[in-house]
């Protein structure tokens, strides 16, 4: 049975960067897409990212391009997330989730199936 722990949150202040990782354990990683989804306090759950299986195509939402980077490892069974220029409306849990590669790069958060118990970010000067 696929699992997923997610590492890597913390404090930090705006304009700074986090690495978020999302370690796999149970099954291999190879074969799901791999998402990121944030949830803040009052908020509706929102997906960031997510990268496919092979990594050839990733899907961002318009809130972080051009300053957050997914990646994948499958040798480490690790899918990484960097944040850069974080702002305090990135505030957040954030949490990985795995769907079917069927899906292709999708951010509908009801085809993942296997989430991680997310990991808190907060950025705050």
């Known amino acids: 049975q696929l699992q997923l722990v997610e590492s890597g949150g913390g404090l930090v202040q705006p304009g700074g960067s986090l690495r978020l990782s999302c370690a796999a354990s149970?099954?291999?990683?190879?074969?799901?897409?791999i998402g990121w989804f944030r949830q803040a306090p009052g908020k509706e759950r929102e997906g960031v990212t997510c990268i496919t299986n092979s990594g050839g195509s990733t899907n961002y939402a318009d809130s972080v391009k051009g300053r957050f980077t997914i990646s994948r490892d499958n040798a480490k069974n690790t899918v990484y997330l960097q944040m850069n220029s974080l702002k305090p409306e990135d505030t957040a849990v954030y949490s990985c989730?795995?769907?079917?590669?069927?899906?292709?790069?999708?951010?509908?958060?009801?085809?993942?199936?296997?989430w991680g118990q997310g990991t808190q970010v907060t950025v705050s000067s």
């Open positions: 149970g099954l291999t990683l190879d074969y799901y897409t």
């Open positions: 989730a795995a769907a079917s590669d069927a899906y292709g790069a999708t951010l509908q958060a009801r085809w993942y199936r296997t």
